[in-house]
């Protein structure tokens, strides 16, 4: 079958390999029908991710239709169609049944290499999925690949991230950088009860999205956030901040902004940035500090009612939608922010 | 001043009383520019509230502007721009502090004759606010009395049955009645994060206005409710019910919607009607039951800052406009429910 | 082998039957050292429980050393020391995921018959534990069968009972009914932060029971309990109510204790009692209702833990050390009331 | 009367000013009766607090009985017996109903200077307290002044770690540095339902109170916290940490501490420290960091009623009881660190 592998940094191909078989009662073969090129697959591409052998099939975000099945499978049966978590967890063991799943003994990341759990990606036409029953959701009738898609990572990141944020109904909010997650989280925040959403980005076309979803827009080339937010608020500031860009003054403006006793959630992956002020500076100013790693399993039932009702949209997010023999392509135009969100269509999900 | 009074069953007058004054250091005056008809009054209409003295002003939903102000209030000046709270509490006490100002020992609502709190209404030119630094919120700059006057009931009221009800992102929701509060449910709905929301009335227009706030709309009379809804939630039913009617009809449909172990939250007015299943029935259904009275001093300062920022309009609630003159025949025709929702515009807001 | 068998109202029998054997690769054989007899067999004994077959294994309370396991079986050897929960979830699919495992399809209750999902019981020489991996948890070294056995079932139930219920630090608590379950939620209810507990009981071994506990007990006979409680709270009632007594007096008493806007919490199992007031009269005082089931998985690991710290021990719940071969009179004793907790010592844990 | 006044680093006097007088309707003047000397008085005794004037009566914990009251008081009388909240917020701007009385504009810490709000304190005979219907509570009878005085500052502030931390019934904490406050949270995290409590500090007396509170002691010159916790959780490690000193290698002990997706609460008060590790490993450890101030008012009346009821005993605290008139030797042995808990006994109670 066609994959796409790594072959060290700045080397992503497409070619052909073994198509998975069966490995446990628990696994499930799913032929991918539409695959998603996520920031995170930046990371194995800019080669920072320790342990990801040459020829290793990538990709995390996923839809496909069941192909064959293990015999403890209860909940599909062969032609479904699913939408995968981009992780395995188990469901039964303490850390699952207190809602941590990342924490899972079984715990084993799609197409990260051996380090984050040796499990083939799905950026390819086939993969197999351990412990489906728990991993993989029947695409509800009626709905796009394409507009579930993202519940198995961005969708549910954009969501945790602000349940996390401990916002309740008539808050302001603000966004630091308005790529994908910072658009969902965007999008999202209504569903929490946000009042005012303010959006934090120096590139036109985002501020005009963000604007579309109805936020406010802020070009920090031309206005000073903390102090336009200042003024519209009467100096009450932000009472939950996202820092959604992952670096170091994106979190020196996130931290500029929440008010007294506020929170400031850390979207973006951090890996080795300096933490932009001193521990004095947070106790004084009372901020909470919120690292958030995406929690799928936690949310994805919700948002499957959310999409299914009309309420998210989340499809307007794709920019560009590709044949997989296109990735090597796309992954250098994503290396050069020339496409903000890429699918491969892989084959029909009729 | 003219005001609105009450002489008993279905005898509603508008006549000339005295302008209250000043009583202790923490009172306001407030002359009224809006004041609103809410269900309840109906109650003394009916003659169902005791300890109604003739000529009791009635009313307890208002909006005005600072005519006089006593020693010790400090949030507002002269002029300023107001709308109440329906009821009076002190914000210091043990019950205020935990967030449940019902049990406030000093709570007075307005209009409900002696056994309230024995506090004259603001359906009237003028009104004595007690406690008034608390009793009252500033109106932003900008947002109308019609956009602002139901945060002191109805809007509140809808909030916390939303609140209490224990919903999260993507749940469905029933609501049973389509008055006033029903709808403010509906359309608070979306910021609780409700997937589906479902509304049964037998009132064709009242439907209509649930399908225009993105509810779907089920008569009754047409579609048994039950069914429809297990239909096409395939059988999960509701997580949370709104018995908005208070009847024991509503509540029968009410109890038959939602799922194991969900709510039906009794949102309506409810005096002596018989509890409409046994004990044993509720324990095997595990269905809870979470009586709710509204609480405004909890909400309204978030209800301010959503309908500052657009996210909720009530305006559209309103359909008669009359001068406080033409109270007595609003009562009646609100009584033949020939009028949804009236307002009295008793004076200039500016 | 042997097991506890029954044969209608009032039979119950001890006599061999087939031992089981695994039928799906996630299944485990248990070897029973310890299990308990419960209130809710009593359903059966008293024939209340429909389509239990003649020679229906019962008991749902066990603990056991790991037998066999199937293929699937990740988290346990042979040789394990384990606890089970009194029913059966996948940990999966959206219910489980949300904690809400009693709505799980796979549902299946030890020991109840055919109705609650065709699973035979733990009273016996060994048991067939469907989906191990979740359904039974290791014994942490160091603790005995019976310092753990109740995690399962009853012990959950009081930790749910207190969850549910919304109580904060410093609120005061009634328990109407002092059974094995009321005396465990008078145990709990430290762990939750209650400040005041008050037990309502007509036996005085458990008055002196609960007052071990730290209790307030209250005799009816002997004193009202709500004027008592009336004058030892100043007025200010219970916050929240737990009716663990499964009756209507008990259900009266219950409902008479909480302040406005408090809760009653239905723990006992009801089956076709009243309910003991209006709607009118629940809508007025603002008193919600909670009927409670217990959520093992959502608390056994809790429990563990709190276990092991040495902050629970239930073990003084139990009044009688029996053998297998007593059961049958063991029964006969429960119904007469002449015990109140009785464990079967099976085998040996060592 | 008598007062303790700052005139300078190291320079605290005792010595005759003024005595206060009513200067708003809402205020009281309190005899003081007990007082208690606070790790956050050194920061006066340092120099550290700016805009302190010579002569500044400083303190803000204190017991007394209510000596004149202003015309708008309602909830004592003269003769009252009172325990102060250690600052003043008036309970009704939306900060205060939000719980955040830390943000309302009235906000005043007795006994901070200039720039804390302008309002002399507590160690004294005779103190104004504004806004005494809130800023007060009477003391229950029965209770001592001892009993009840950390209700306004230490016990809320330990209060307020442990709810702010978000543990569950079970979970496992470590508390590092065990002077007045981190004792209290160990004293406290029972209620919260803590499973197991680690208690690090280097002085031995300070370990065997830990260990009289039932928790396991640390010393870490003897044994490193992080393997011996590591060692006895399995590996599970901290599910919440809380650093009570307020220092970086407390810090440094703290943040190594929790769990993947755990807690460390930053209790003691920090000015310039540097934050002890980046933001990347920040986020790759997922730890959430959140900053404490003691919120009094949400707190003391969920205190008052556990005191009462026997389940918090912060009298064991207190290591020395003084005559005020030792209030400038107290403050050198207390900054020598010869004393841990000192309160002065100004006047009687009764």
């Given at each position: 079958?066609?994959?796409?592998?790594?072959?060290?940094?700045?080397?992503?191909?497409?070619?052909?390999?073994?198509?998975?078989?069966?490995?446990?009662?628990?696994?499930?073969?799913?032929?991918?029908?539409?695959?998603?090129?996520?920031?995170?697959?930046?990371?194995?591409?800019?080669?920072?991710i320790?342990n990801v052998?040459?020829?290793w099939?990538?990709?995390?975000?996923?839809?496909?239709?069941?192909?064959?099945?293990?015999?403890?499978?209860?909940?599909?049966?062969?032609?479904?169609?699913?939408?995968?978590?981009?992780?395995?967890?188990?469901?039964?063991?303490?850390?699952?049944?207190?809602?941590?799943?990342?924490?899972?003994?079984?715990?084993?990341?799609?197409?990260m290499g051996v380090a984050f759990?040796?499990?083939?990606?799905?950026?390819?036409?086939?993969?197999?999925?351990?412990?489906?029953?728990?991993?993989?959701?029947?695409?509800?009738?009626?709905?796009?690949?394409?507009?579930?898609?993202?519940?198995?990572?961005?969708?549910?990141?954009?969501?945790?991230?602000?349940?996390?944020?401990?916002?309740?109904?008539?808050?302001?909010?603000?966004?630091?950088?308005?790529?994908?997650?910072?658009?969902?989280?965007?999008?999202?925040?209504?569903?929490?009860?946000?009042?005012?959403?303010?959006?934090?980005?120096?590139?036109?076309?985002?501020?005009?999205?963000?604007?579309?979803?109805?936020?406010?827009?802020?070009?920090?080339?031309?206005?000073?956030?903390?102090?336009?937010?200042?003024?519209?608020?009467?100096?009450?500031?932000?009472?939950?901040?996202?820092?959604?860009?992952?670096?170091?003054?994106?979190?020196?403006?996130?931290?500029?902004?929440?008010?007294?006793?506020?929170?400031?959630?850390?979207?973006?992956?951090?890996?080795?940035?300096?933490?932009?002020?001193?521990?004095?500076?947070?106790?004084?100013?009372?901020?909470?500090?919120?690292?958030?790693?995406?929690?799928?399993?936690?949310?994805?039932?919700?948002?499957?009612?959310?999409?299914?009702?009309?309420?998210?949209?989340?499809?307007?997010?794709?920019?560009?939608?590709?044949?997989?023999?296109?990735?090597?392509?796309?992954?250098?135009?994503?290396?050069?922010?020339?496409?903000?969100?890429?699918?491969?269509?892989?084959?029909?999900?009729?």
């Amino acid at each position: 079958m066609l994959a796409v592998t790594s072959h060290g940094p700045q080397d992503v191909r497409v070619e052909e390999v073994d198509k998975p078989k069966l490995q446990e009662s628990t696994d499930a073969i799913v032929r991918v029908t539409t695959t998603a090129l996520c920031g995170t697959d930046m990371h194995i591409y800019h080669g920072k991710i320790p342990n990801v052998p040459a020829g290793w099939i990538v990709g995390h975000e996923f839809c496909g239709v069941i192909e064959d099945i293990g015999d403890s499978i209860t909940e599909f049966e062969i032609g479904d169609r699913v939408v995968s978590s981009m992780y395995v967890a188990c469901g039964r063991c303490p850390a699952c049944v207190s809602g941590d799943h990342r924490r899972c003994a079984k715990f084993q990341m799609f197409g990260m290499g051996v380090a984050f759990g040796n499990l083939p990606g799905g950026q390819a036409e086939y993969v197999r999925v351990p412990l489906a029953d728990m991993t993989l959701r029947g695409i509800p009738d009626g709905l796009s690949d394409e507009s579930t898609i993202f519940t198995g990572d961005i969708l549910a990141t954009a969501f945790t991230a602000l349940r996390q944020s401990g916002i309740v109904e008539g808050d302001t909010i603000a966004i630091v950088g308005a790529g994908p997650v910072g658009q969902l989280i965007a999008m999202c925040a209504p569903i929490f009860g946000a009042g005012q959403t303010y959006v934090i980005d120096v590139v036109p076309e985002r501020l005009e999205e963000a604007a579309r979803l109805g936020a406010i827009p802020i070009n920090p080339k031309e206005q000073n956030p903390r102090k336009l937010i200042k003024d519209q608020t009467a100096g009450l500031m932000c009472d939950a901040v996202f820092e959604a860009a992952g670096n170091v003054p994106a979190m020196e403006t996130a931290f500029s902004l929440p008010r007294a006793n506020g929170s400031v959630v850390l979207v973006g992956m951090l890996v080795d940035e300096p933490f932009p002020l001193s521990a004095g500076d947070l106790w004084l100013r009372n901020t909470r500090v919120i690292p958030i790693l995406g929690a799928p399993f936690s949310h994805r039932d919700e948002l499957l009612k959310l999409i299914a009702s009309g309420r998210i949209d989340a499809t307007a997010l794709i920019t560009d939608r590709l044949p997989l023999s296109a990735a090597s392509a796309a992954y250098a135009a994503f290396d050069r922010k020339e496409l903000q969100k890429a699918v491969f269509q892989v084959g029909e999900a009729g």
